[in-house]
């Protein structure tokens, strides 16, 4: 529901960061349909990257080759406030990314430096205009440290291995609990431990623990916050 102020003068950037399956995504896509604004799923960018590598018959870990491809992709998302709809040279990858093999070679990607300039430089440009809420590892800190709004999205590791089998079983796949934490586990020692864009909280982030929230309470916190600091830039 779009709130009912002009807009115009008002449209801020919004930054999202927290660990894999954090809730963020689908916090920050609802706190953007609310506010009439766009939604941008840097993680997805990420994933594009890798897939465009492992179809091109490129390592993920050969740096510089991978550098060199994300530079001549076109990435490029879709206006669907339901899913992340992401293209990649034209051709619909929405689906693709999120296939497991994406996530077993990512790490090297997220890694690499030239292939975050090239991605953070595509994120700064999309949000440049404001009206944007982005989610990832380093928004708050390295792509919008100038966000009006900053989030910490948190949760303990086994609430969040506990909602993966959750939304797994809902899709009728078994999933064990013990090796979906192990996985969570390994991504945020990736990402905690990257040199370049790790993550980590922005001082100035407002953090959210999640853990015992619903993802309706966690929109309405944050499209609050966002309210305020809309109203009081008139
Ligand atoms: O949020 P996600 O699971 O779709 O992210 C996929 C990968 O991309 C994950 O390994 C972390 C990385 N990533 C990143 O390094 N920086 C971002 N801003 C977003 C995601």
């Known amino acids: 529901m779009p709130i009912d102020i002009p807009m115009a ?11 894999a399956a954090s809730g963020k995504s689908t916090t920050a896509r609802a706190v953007a349909r609310r506010l009439d604004y766009l939604y941008i799923d ?6 594009a990257v890798t897939l465009a590598a492992l179809e091109a ?19 490029t998302f879709g206006r669907n406030n339901e899913a992340t709809e992401i293209y990649l040279d034209g051709t ?17 990607v997220a890694a690499n430096s ?6 953070v430089a595509k994120q700064q440009s999309l949000g440049k205009s404001g009206g944007v809420v ?16 900053k989030v910490y999205m948190q949760a303990s590791a086994e609430e969040r291995a506990r909602r993966r089998v959750a939304e797994l079983s ?3 796949i078994a999933a064990d609990f013990d090796e979906v934490l192990a996985s969570i586990e390994q991504r945020d020692r990736a990402d905690l431990t990257r ?25 309405e916190k944050i499209y609050r916050l966002a309210r305020d600091i809309i109203e009081r830039k008139d």
């Open 170 to 172: 809902v899709k009728d």
């Open 114 to 119: 030239r292939v975050r300039q090239i991605l």
């Open 57 to 75: 018959g490129v390592p993920t870990t050969d740096e510089t080759r991978v550098a060199e491809l994300a530079g001549t992709l076109e990435i």
């Open 9 to 19: 003068a008002k449209k801020i950037k919004i930054a999202i960061d927290g660990p």
């Open 195 to 219: 040199i370049h864009g790790p993550l980590k909280q922005a001082p100035d982030a407002i953090v959210i623990d999640t853990t015992a929230l619903t993802i309706a309470e966690q929109v």
């Open 42 to 47: 840097s993680g997805a960018m990420y994933r």
């Open 134 to 149: 982005m989610d990832g590892r380093d928004i708050t800190t390295v792509v919008f440290p100038d966000a009006e709004l």
């Open 92 to 108: 619909d990858v929405s689906a693709a990314i999120r296939a497991p093999r994406i996530v077993a070679h990512i790490n090297p």
